[in-house]
DNA sequence: GTAAGCAGTTACCTTAACGTAAGCGGTATG
DNA sequence: CATACCGCTTACGTTAAGGTAACTGCTTAC
């Protein structure tokens, strides 16, 4: 039957697209993963994340960093001492996000490639 | 030496973070993967696609497809018949970002639980 | 010959992302 | 006591992404 098999295939669709967007609700924009890959690499500091990232700015950074932590990707540790020391750490809910950016690394070096190549 | 191991993780962060970002530049964005979802499950005319992805409108697939042309992830055929049919394809090279996408799906169906938990 | 489908385009508008430059309250340094 | 570092914030743009509504030229269907 036609009509049934169109229906099926579509919900299926639907039923990829879905999640992807919501993956890429949480991960897009120009600047997440590259803040996460920094403080994966023990960048923990403000000043620190944001030397390490070239071109970002302060205003960026911080609202990234305030997003990212309202989905529970890093968690924001302030340390009581004098001077008081601010911390941003990769939570254990970010690193489920670890497979995902090694498939974005691999497939952008690829893709370098491919363009250099033309 | 604390100077040399500084710059080696500093490059290191760098090396990890410029492909990611090569990489998102070509996926984000709110329609792309769902536009290359539709196209691989067979959705091939313009409004196949346009009524398989909820709240598209036509100027966004358009500029989209004319995008994703470029970056060849996909194909625009004209059959040059009565009526003329158009069709859009999927690329070899746009199935080299599968395991990109299923990696996306996979985290979203996660993140989905996740956020539905709380 | 009117209506409807296809594959879009056009003009216009809103929203969100991103950027620049400067500054602020605290601490510590010469 | 001036200068500078830290972790930001504020005010003020600019750019780009995305949305709405209407319309176009072509074809076929009633």
Do not use: E, L
């Given at each position: 039957m036609i009509l049934t098999e169109g229906k099926t295939k579509h919900i299926e669709c639907l039923e990829q697209m879905l999640p992807i967007r919501d993956a890429l609700d949480v991960?897009?924009?120009?600047?997440k993963m590259l803040i996460l890959t920094s403080i994966m690499h023990g960048n923990r500091r403000f000043k620190e994340i944001e030397t390490s990232i070239?071109?970002?700015n302060p205003k960026v950074l911080s609202k990234e960093l305030k997003d990212m932590e309202e989905h529970q990707l890093i968690k924001r540790i302030v340390h009581d001492e004098y001077p008081v020391l601010i911390e941003y750490i990769a939570t254990d809910y970010s690193r489920t996000l670890k497979s995902v950016m090694m498939e974005l690394h691999a497939w952008g070096v690829n893709h370098r490639k491919k363009i250099l190549g033309q």
């Open positions: 991960i897009s924009g120009k600047w070239p071109k970002i």
